[in-house]
């Protein structure tokens, strides 16, 4: 064999490898789209229970083929001050599980026979009809969903011809005896676990990694002796990802990387004491038995679930190591309003649109606690309530900025129409509530002159004041829980209400005016009576705007018509539409009119 044999062989383990890796990573990114909504959940659900977290690790894993992507999340929930270190090691151990789904689905390049239904499933035949059907509902569908189940199966059908391009050239190496020597010098467990764990990380795929050793195990020269050192180093191999998605991160997010390595590493010592002390002394019958890649895949889970069963109960040991090598000295306090943006998660933008969508969430909990406190400055005249709306003002304020800037960086990710709506929508309703943040501050100001003046409203302007405040609050509550639950049927009571508290709002001037010609009150106090309840109108019409993102998040359209969609809810109206607005009027107007 001349050098031109040597360099076409390479080029074609090469480029194997490339096409291997490219279709592991469109379908990754194929099913964390699809799967996107189903994965916030999934982590959202977390509690302190161990056990749950192993689950949701080895399932989040098992849905996005990636345990380093999983890891990153759990760096950047740790960072963001959302999960604790006990929960990040649940997930992180169950990641590890749920990455050995990729080398399980790469096994069916073992099947054999010669049936007419063994001959479609076998990857020869099967991967490239997926990537046929794959550009077909990639290029024809108009849908995201058949999309992106369009790219998971292009992916799929990549994978194998990757896999078979690196299996053919890795056979032709095979006929080499240096070759074949090498694979002989990996029996040593220190030179078997160190290739693995560099092959890992140079590329940070243990999916990859194992997926490789796969191909090699195709031409029927690897065998169990060589095989169980790398298959180990590969779990240490992978830990690369989170230990530079960790780098600048607060020291509780360094741990979380930690106990990764920690984790992967004390399991890999604590097998191949095991597995070479045993046998030392005992002749183990598979030692020097060539593996196939359903027996790579075999090994590959057997081991990870057994570290996990070995490891899961000494957890608090493996986050005293990580307390241990990072320390508590020095932590920093995060000055940020909105710690849960973390930018780690941009590289799975279901979960980054996730967290803005909460933090939206946590912004309206803030505005509806203004307007709250705003009610009792205004009309008891509570000096002490106007004053606390300013300190929750400033946090909507920086909370918006953040929330902008974020949005804006994922924009730039590769979103599905939908992902792209929903950030289209968070842009729209964050700016809304930062709006109603303000509407709340105008009226502690104006609370605030009059205990400053000793201006005081007449029993009857009271009485108003409050029923009109009741009715906003009505209303940002029932907008607040609508967007909060995506639930449409609340958000169809919003424009009723919002039209009694308009007809309100003229009701109330027509009245204060007249109360004014009567010196019924002064001056300055009617005119904050006049602006209160005009900054009240206005909150309203903000909690229709939001309303709408919700709504339109529905709909068939790309655009945001704010305007188009409450013009189109009134005219359509409808025996729903008018008994909502029948009940907000006998529950609000009605008694002060």
């Known amino acids: 064999m001349n050098y031109v044999d040597y360099i076409i062989m390479a080029i074609q383990l090469l480029g194997g490898l490339g096409m291997f890796l490219y279709g592991m990573n469109i379908m990754g990114d194929g099913l964390e789209k699809v799967a996107g ?52 090691a649940g997930v992180i ?30 990857p020869t035949t099967l991967a490239p009809l997926a990537v046929i059907l794959g550009l077909i509902l990639m290029v024809s569908a108009k849908k995201d969903k058949i999309k992106e189940s369009g790219s998971i199966v292009l992916g799929f059908g990549l994978l194998f011809i990757g896999m078979d391009t690196m299996s053919a050239s890795v056979s032709s190496l095979g006929e080499l005896e240096w070759f074949r020597n090498l694979f002989v010098k990996f029996e040593n ?21 194992v997926g490789i050793l796969q191909a090699v195990a195709s031409a029927g020269m690897v065998t169990f002796a060589s ?39 004390t399991g890999t010592i604590v097998c191949t004491v095991v597995l070479y002390t045993v046998h030392a002394f005992v002749d183990i019958p ?102 606390k709306i300013a300190k929750n003002e400033d946090t909507i304020d920086e909370m918006e900025v953040q929330l902008n800037n974020y949005l804006v960086l994922i924009t730039d990710r590769d979103l599905t129409e939908t992902e792209s709506k929903v950030v289209s929508g968070l842009f729209h309703a964050i700016t809304d509530i930062e709006r109603i943040g303000d509407h709340c501050n105008n009226i502690a100001g104006l609370a605030l002159d009059n205990i400053k003046r000793g201006s005081l409203f007449s029993d009857k302007a009271k009485q108003e004041l409050n029923a009109m405040f009741d009715a906003t609050l009505e209303i940002l509550n029932i907008t607040f829980r609508a967007y909060q639950e995506d639930d449409l049927d609340l958000i169809r009571k919003v424009e009723p209400l919002e039209k009694v508290i308009d007809k309100f709002n003229v009701m109330l001037k027509k009245k204060h005016i007249s109360r004014l010609k009567q010196q019924e009150c002064s001056v300055r106090s009617g005119v904050n009576f006049l602006e209160a309840i005009n900054n009240l109108e206005r909150v309203s019409d903000h909690c229709s705007n939001i309303a709408t993102t919700v709504a339109q998040k529905h709909s068939a359209t790309d655009e945001f018509d704010m305007h188009g ?6 005219e359509r109206g409808g025996a729903e539409f008018e008994a909502d607005y029948q009940y907000y009027e006998e529950k609000f107007y009605a008694p002060i009119a």
């Open 37 to 88: 909504d189903k994965m916030s959940a999934i982590i959202e659900s977390l509690t302190g229970n161990l056990l749950k977290g192993v689950l949701v690790g080895a399932v989040v894993t098992a849905l996005i083929q990636s345990s380093s992507a999983t890891t990153v999340m759990v760096v950047g929930f740790v960072n963001a001050g959302i999960m604790t270190l006990p929960q990040a």
């Open 93 to 122: 151990m169950g990641a590890n599980i749920g990455t050995t789904v990729t080398a399980q689905i790469l096994r069916l390049g073992d099947l054999q026979g010669a049936s007419v239904i063994l001959e479609f499933i076998k």
């Open 189 to 209: 467990p220190v030179a078997g676990i160190l290739a693995g764990t560099g092959v890992t990380a140079l590329i940070q795929s243990s999916s990859g990694s």
């Open 227 to 265: 095989a169980m050192p790398i298959i180990m180093g590969q779990n240490i191999g992978t830990c690369i990802t989170a230990l530079i998605s960790s780098i600048g991160a607060s020291k509780n997010a360094k741990k979380a990387a930690m106990i990764h390595l920690y984790f992967n590493i």
């Open 286 to 387: 598979f030692w020097n038995a060539t593996m196939t890649r359903g027996n790579i895949a075999d090994v590959h889970t057997l081991f990870n679930i057994i570290c996990v069963l070995m490891l899961l109960p000494f957890s608090k040991l493996l986050i005293y190591l990580a307390n241990l090598t990072v320390g508590n000295r020095g932590e920093e306090v995060k000055p940020s309003k909105v710690g849960a943006l973390d930018k780690r998660f941009l590289t799975t933008p279901a979960v980054a649109i996730g967290q803005c969508h909460n933090e939206a969430i946590t912004m309206m909990r803030l505005a509806i606690e203004n307007l709250t406190l705003a009610k009792n400055a205004m009309v008891n005249n509570n000096e002490k309530d106007a004053k």
């Open 565 to 570: 969609y409450t013009r189109e809810a009134t």
